[in-house]
Antibody, heavy 122, light 108 residues
């Protein structure tokens, strides 16, 4: 059974870079059938897609975050990572990683991590 | 701002049928998927594609689409269905992923 687990610091200072890693277990991140993505949810608010990556390294980012976001993949470790630079309090959120299916007219996220809370504060 | 629009809140009497809608131009080209999220938990996929349910999702959940509107229908709502529901699809370019703002479902 495929599982995703987010990891990284729970507290980041303003203006610094938020770094998270998602470890995939029970399956290969190198499968050609899937993309891998990051989604966040500020307290009391809705879901926001941050970006997605294919095992080959192709990336797609939310235009509103594109200038600050880098998503990378390490197939040897079966992991993908998120870096968000120049963070502010507005980046405080629960961060989820998920597996994405983007196929013809379909798109869905069928496996999610449990989420990790990141607080931006000095 | 989201390219997918959902009503912020909907209520339904226990055992009755409720429809939650999601509007957006990209839904003319791409299917919506639907997620249920309960407090403190990660979202769970409940409907994807034309009208597909992942394993373990009760058959009282169904999906449909017409024009620029996708719908999630719960037939015979149960108390445990009280949750936030989000739709998700792609943007008009097809390259980017978007979420609706979410609908809070209350079961009375």
């Amino acid at each position: 059974q495929l599982q995703l687990q987010e990891s990284g610091p729970g507290l980041v200072k303003p203006s610094e870079t938020l770094s998270l890693t998602c470890t995939v277990s029970g399956g290969s991140i190198s499968s050609s059938s899937y993309y891998w993505g990051w989604i966040r949810q500020p307290p009391g608010k809705g879901l926001e897609w941050i970006g997605s990556i294919y095992y080959s390294g192709s990336t797609y980012y939310n235009p509103s975050l594109k200038s600050r976001v880098t998503i990378s993949v390490d197939t040897s470790k079966n992991q993908f990572s998120l870096k968000l630079s120049s963070v502010t309090a507005a980046d405080t959120a629960v961060y989820y990683c998920a597996r994405l299916v983007l196929r013809q007219a379909m798109n869905y996220m069928d496996v999610w991590g449990k989420g990790t809370t990141v607080t931006v504060s000095s | 701002s989201s390219e997918l629009t959902q009503d912020p809140a909907v209520s339904v009497a226990l055992g009755q049928t409720v429809r939650i809608t999601c509007q957006g131009d990209s839904l003319r080209s791409y299917y919506a998927s639907w997620y249920q999220q309960k407090p403190g938990q990660a979202p769970v996929l409940v409907i994807y594609g034309k009208n597909n349910r992942p394993s373990g999702i009760p058959d009282r959940f169904s999906g449909s689409s017409s024009g620029n509107t996708a719908s999630l229908t719960i037939t015979g709502a149960q108390a445990e269905d009280e949750a936030d529901y989000y739709c998700n699809s792609r943007d008009s370019s097809g390259n980017l992923v978007v979420f609706g703002g979410g609908t809070k479902l209350t079961v009375l």
